[in-house]
């Protein structure tokens, strides 16, 4: 059953703004990444502590930079009209979890088995 065409618009707009914020997010945490600052004028503590900083930031960077995938790709699922149908089993994803999740790529079962999936292979 095909999405109504005002819900595919509720989730592009929600999936719009969240790559907003994401892209904003993304941009930030690559500019403090960089770090103005000298290391070798610090004592070790000090440069332990910016690499540190760094090395969470681009963690944080990379998480968002991921999101950031699925929204996209979410978008353009709904440019093909292929949005909220789940990529492992075709069936629909409930629209409540779209509500939460609108990049979501599995209904909930399937969520389930991938991350029973990964956590034994992972």
Known sequence: MKMKKDRLSYFRNKLVEKQRQLVEEVGKSA??????E???IKDLGDQANNAYN???L???G????RLLKEVVSALRKI???SFGICERCGEPIAEKRLEALPFARYCIDCQRLVEKEEATTG
């Open 54 to 56: 760094r090395e969470f």
């Open 31 to 36: 500019i403090y990444a960089q770090g103005p």
């Open 58 to 60: 681009f963690e944080l």
């Open 79 to 81: 440019e093909d009209g």
């Open 38 to 40: 000298d290391d070798s």
């Open 62 to 65: 990379n998480g968002d930079r």
